[in-house]
Structure formats: structure tokens, C-alpha cells
């Protein structure tokens, strides 16, 4: 059958579209800008670039990220965590927060350490979506209600000023209108591999038509939201929230004297059995909280119920002080748990870190082990090789940053590339945590993976952060068939760098006897011999 559709031979050009939540959200930020007086101390917490720096030109703006997207820019007064930042209690009189939420794991834990960096009476400005695309992969876990986001501000201990849409109902549809049209094939050619043989004659046109008529649907209705047509029904695409720190310490809410006095009330109508039911609903309560928690920690650790030593706990917060490690106390607990359980299974073989930097995560894993267990620790001790072609923009970039030689350390500290002998001060290092690396039979050493890797014996456990493909392949290439079955290996970029990813799906790739598992880290576990 003939085709009635004229080929299209020349490229598809995205069309351009408005953006109504960025200009709602701007009218939201300059009335909050207005609402700080002069010389207020302003944190944007996961500022990204920055694009609200000039409304806070009048205040102390000081920017907060923790850098691993492309989204983020210098400069940056902060490089950490925003369940993490490096100041005092009450260090701020204002925080602003956009669009950052839902690529937290722990957004409990950010709003409470957003609500510690305050000052009593300070003011927080939040948005975060409810209805969005995937975006900023791998980093994207979660979207919020008005409902979800009123509880964790409340636990926080917050007073909420007001909560409102960020945009409207015609916002939102023309959000959808917008994926629409950027999803739907935009030519014959694109809908000709499909596979639609005779049907395409029919479909194209439909098809076609309907992502034209898309694009222009999407640009009306974001016209109507911005010029203020919207109704405050169906379901926004963002919320905004304007929250307090008490002046006071206060308990949130005034929750105890309410709980109080219902049951006062309670007992005094009811009688002494009203009041046993009240106090076994809450123990079943306090059962189901507790029981969450664990199942939270075991599916990102997989030994969370094995306690760890007090000189091991010790020894992590030491070295989380002394800015020694860029990983949060969570993650140096699996480590530390993964080591002591090889000793505790009688698992044989090496210990092992590729990628030490400061050293913190290296010193808490030989706090943990058995010290007649051998470990090695791997690093140049010095500036990080130059990625390959095998890596991706992601790399590159972030490798450009650091041989300009702008890049900051953990919390604002010099960068450890930097330093003039980090092998020294990674010995020393050991030797002030009480891990002498003699005594404690661990060898550090220095020289490219390539030149110095060469692995001759069984190992137990591995930790790898080396970063780039060429390092992780060399790792793995190295390193995993020497693993004991029960063994475990940490990849500690898998999820931030394009090169480290693709190098372990490349290795893994039907490769048996290991099992991958997608915890805060990436696993990968030897469950059979060779």
C-alpha cells in the first residue's frame, strides 16, 4: 500500500516551552527575599547554580551542595550533605530549600538539620514536587503531599506559616502537555521504526497532529497559570511551604501538654481502663515505629542488627570530626560491620580498600578487624589520575574541577589531591586514631591500581572508590576473582560516576556466582566459587 505521508527529511526540533513553575517559584522566593532584613544570614541549601543569589544580595547568601550533579555550580561555601552541613547549632536566620527533597534518601533527617542550623525565630522557604518526571538520575527518590510535608516539619520541630500550590491546576496540565509532546515521535522517520508497516499512512497524521496540537496546549495553559487563571483543585505539581523555628525550646506543637491532657480528661471519664488500652496503643505504636526503623536499616545494611564495638563507634565519629572521610556514619557502619563479620564467619582471606584519600573509611575498617587479619590500602596519595575516554561528561567535568585547582575538601578544607604528602598524613592518621598500621598489620600502598594491584590470595572483604572506569575495571579485574564465596565487595561510586557504573555493569554482565544488590552502595556478593 502506498504511503499518503511525505517523507520528513529534515531533523526534529524540540520546540520551546514555558516554564510556569520557575516563574511561580521566583515570585515566591523574591517575597520571601523581601521578608529578610539586611545583613540576615541565608543558606541555600542545595543551590545547585545558584539562581536566587541576587535576591539575597542584600543578606550573607551562603550556598550549600553537595556537588555530584551537573546541576551544581561554584562558588559553593558548603561541599556536604544537607543531612550534614559543617556549621554551629542557630548558625542561620534564614533557609532556603528548592526542589532538593525528593533527591534526599533520608528526607526526616534533612528537614531536622535544617531546622539545627537555624536560629530560634529563623524562617525556612521549601518547595518540593508532587507530580514530576524522573529527573537527575540516579538521584531522585521520592514525591511529597501537602500531608507527608506538614508531618516532617511538624516532627521537626517547626511551626508551619503557610503551605500553598506552587502553581495551580493549569500548571500542572501543562506540565502534561509538555511531556506529551516531548515523548511522542516528532517525524515519519522516528514513527517509520516503530514497525507499523501499512498502518503508518493512518497513524503518522494522528499522531503528528496531536504533538503539534501538545505544544500549543502546553504553552496556553502555562500563559493562563502565570497570568493567574488557577484553581487550587485537582493535584499541583509542587508545594510550597513557609516554615518557623520556634523562639523557644519549646516542645513542637505543644504535643506533650496535649497528650496530657486527653489523658487526664480520659481517665477522669473513663476510668483506669481507658488508660491501660491508651498506654498498650502506645507500646504497639512505639513496637511498629521501632520495627519501620529496622527494616529501613537492614535494606541498606545488610548486618544492621550486628552491634559494633564502642572503640569502633568511637573511632567513626573521630574520624567523621577530623573531616577524614566523605562518607556519612551510616555507610562507614557497613563497612565497619562487613569486616567484623568476616572475622566473626571465620571467612579467610585479605581486607582490602582501593581509594583511600584521607583515610577515615580504611581507619574504621581496621578498627573493626581482627588485627592479625592482613589489610592493604590502595591510593596514588596524591592528585587522582586523569580519567579515560571510557568515562563520561559527568567525569570529565568534575576531574576539570579539580586540576583547576578549585575544588574544596570536606567542609571547605583543602582538597586532598592538594596536599604536599598525603601518605604521610594518612599514616599519621592511623597512628593518632590508635590503629598503628604495623602493629595492626595494614599496608598502605602507593601507585597507580595498574602498577601495584596484584592480588595473589584469598580475599574477604573489598571496599572500591576509585572513581573512574579504567580504576574500577582494574579493581574488579584484580581483585573479584579472588573473592571468598560470602564475600562482599563495596563499590562506593556505582551511583555517582558514569565510569565507575558502566565498568561494573561491563564486568558483571553474565558473569556467574556473584549477586548484585542496590543498597545506599552497590554490592556485589560471591554466592558460588569459580
Given amino acids: 500500500m502506498r504511503t499518503r505521508v511525505r517523507p520528513d527529511q ?43 543569589r541576587k535576591l539575597f544580595k542584600h543578606a550573607q547568601y551562603e550556598a550549600a551542595d553537595f556537588a555530584q550533579l551537573d546541576s551544581a555550580n561554584p562558588p559553593l561555601d558548603y561541599l556536604c550533605d544537607i543531612t550534614d552541613i559543617p556549621v554551629p547549632d542557630g548558625h542561620f536566620d534564614r533557609v532556603i530549600c528548592n526542589q532538593v527533597l525528593e533527591h534526599v534518601p533520608e528526607p526526616e533527617k534533612a528537614i531536622a538539620e535544617l531546622h539545627r542550623v537555624l536560629k530560634p525565630g529563623g524562617r525556612i522557604f521549601l518547595s518540593a514536587p508532587l507530580f514530576f518526571a524522573e529527573h537527575q538520575k540516579p538521584y531522585d527518590f521520592f514525591r511529597y503531599t501537602q500531608f507527608a510535608l506538614r508531618k516532617m516539619f511538624e516532627d521537626a520541630g517547626f511551626e508551619i506559616a503557610r503551605m500553598n500550590w506552587l502553581e495551580g491546576y493549569f500548571g500542572t496540565v501543562a506540565y502534561n502537555y509538555q511531556m506529551m509532546a516531548k515523548n511522542l515521535p516528532a517525524s515519519v522517520d522516528e514513527l517509520r521504526g516503530r514497525g507499523l508497516r501499512w498502518k503508518l499512512a493512518y497513524i503518522a497524521p494522528i499522531v503528528l497532529l496531536n504533538r503539534k496540537l501538545a505544544v500549543r496546549l502546553s504553552r496556553l495553559y502555562s500563559r493562563l497559570e502565570i497570568s493567574g487563571g488557577r484553581f487550587e483543585r485537582g493535584m499541583p505539581k509542587n508545594y510550597v511551604v513557609v516554615a518557623r ?136 596519595f596524591g592528585m587522582i589520575p586523569e580519567p579515560s575516554e571510557r568515562d563520561g561528561e559527568d567525569v570529565h567535568n568534575r576531574y576539570r574541577k579539580i586540576v583547576s585547582g578549585t575544588s574544596k575538601g570536606i567542609g571547605g578544607e583543602t582538597y586532598y589531591g592538594y596536599r604536599d604528602n598525603l601518605y604521610d598524613e594518612v599514616s599519621d592518621s592511623f597512628v593518632r586514631h590508635g590503629i598503628d598500621p604495623a602493629q595492626h598489620n595494614v599496608e598502605l600502598v602507593q601507585g597507580l591500581f595498574q602498577d601495584t594491584l596484584k592480588i595473589d590470595e584469598p580475599v574477604a572483604f573489598a571496599h572500591l572508590d576509585g572513581d573512574w572506569y579504567e580504576s574500577t575495571m582494574i579493581c574488579l579485574e584484580r581483585i573479584a576473582p579472588h573473592l571468598v564465596v560470602g564475600g562482599r565487595i563495596v563499590l562506593d561510586d556505582y551511583f555517582h560516576y558514569s565510569g565507575c557504573r558502566d565498568a561494573v555493569d561491563e564486568y558483571f554482565e553474565d558473569r556467574p556466582g556473584f549477586r548484585l544488590e542496590r543498597r545506599t552502595k552497590l554490592h556485589a556478593v560471591r554466592v558460588a566459587g569459580s
Fill in 245 to 380: 523555628k520556634p523562639a523557644t525550646d519549646a516542645p513542637p506543637a505543644s504535643k506533650q501538654p496535649v497528650e496530657e491532657n486527653a489523658t487526664k480528661t480520659t481517665a477522669q471519664t473513663s476510668g483506669q481502663t481507658t488508660g491501660q488500652t491508651r498506654a498498650e496503643l502506645e507500646a504497639e505504636v512505639a513496637r511498629l515505629r521501632a520495627e519501620t526503623i529496622r527494616t529501613r536499616q537492614s535494606v541498606c545494611d545488610p548486618l544492621a542488627d550486628l552491634p559494633l564495638p564502642s572503640e569502633v563507634h568511637t573511632v567513626l565519629d573521630d574520624v567523621r570530626a577530623e573531616h577524614l572521610t566523605y562518607l556519612k556514619p551510616e555507610n562507614l557502619q557497613v563497612l565497619a560491620r562487613q569486616v567484623l563479620d568476616a572475622d566473626l564467619q571465620d571467612r579467610p582471606g585479605l581486607i582490602i580498600e582501593t581509594g583511600a584519600a584521607l583515610g577515615g573509611s580504611a581507619i574504621v575498617m581496621a578498627a573493626a578487624k581482627d588485627p592479625k587479619r592482613p589489610m592493604k590500602v590502595y591510593d596514588v
Fill in 10 to 52: 529534515s531533523k526534529s526540533v524540540q520546540p520551546r516551552y514555558i516554564n510556569s513553575s520557575r516563574v511561580r517559584l521566583r515570585q515566591e522566593m523574591a517575597r520571601f527575599a523581601k521578608g529578610t532584613k539586611r545583613g540576615m544570614r541565608v543558606l541555600d541549601a542545595g543551590a545547585g547554580r545558584s539562581p536566587y
